[in-house]
Nanobody, 123 residues
Framework: QVQLVESGGGLVQAGGSLRLACAAS????????MGWFRQAPGKEREFVAG???????YYADSVKGRFTISRDNAKNTVYLQMNSLKPEDTAVYYC?????????????????WGQGTQVTVSS
């Protein structure tokens, strides 16, 4: 059974930084792409960043240059470093596993999801 557990969320002032982590178990982590999504109140879940099995990365335009996704296959963990945070980044952040080794953008293509971690950016 695949389990994903996010951590690292919290309250931060605009311009600050947070680092999210997602620990995975129950699957050979290194074989699969991973993604981060977020969902703000009243809005649909949106793609934030993805990383392939071979560490190729892809970002939403809204976070490009501010967020960095990375993975540590030895620790079965994917990270999201978030810098220069803005109030509009406030959301619940979720990690998810892709069905294959590549990066995918559509949330309906991901097969396992974590429970989410709240990120709140104050102005």
């Amino acid at each position: 059974q695949v389990q994903l557990v996010e951590s690292g969320g919290g309250l931060v002032q605009a311009g600050g930084s947070l680092r999210l982590a997602c620990a995975a178990s129950g699957r050979t982590f290194s074989r699969y792409g991973m993604g981060w999504f977020r969902q703000a109140p009243g809005k649909e879940r949106e793609f934030v960043a993805g990383i392939s099995r071979f560490a190729n990365t892809y970002y939403a335009d809204s976070v490009k240059g501010r967020f960095t996704i990375s993975r540590d296959n030895a620790k079965n963990t994917v990270y999201l470093q978030m810098n220069s945070l803005k109030p509009e980044d406030t959301a619940v952040y979720y990690c998810a596993t892709a069905p294959g080794p590549g990066v995918v953008v559509g949330s309906n293509e991901y097969d396992y999801w974590g429970q989410g971690t709240q990120v709140t950016v104050s102005s």
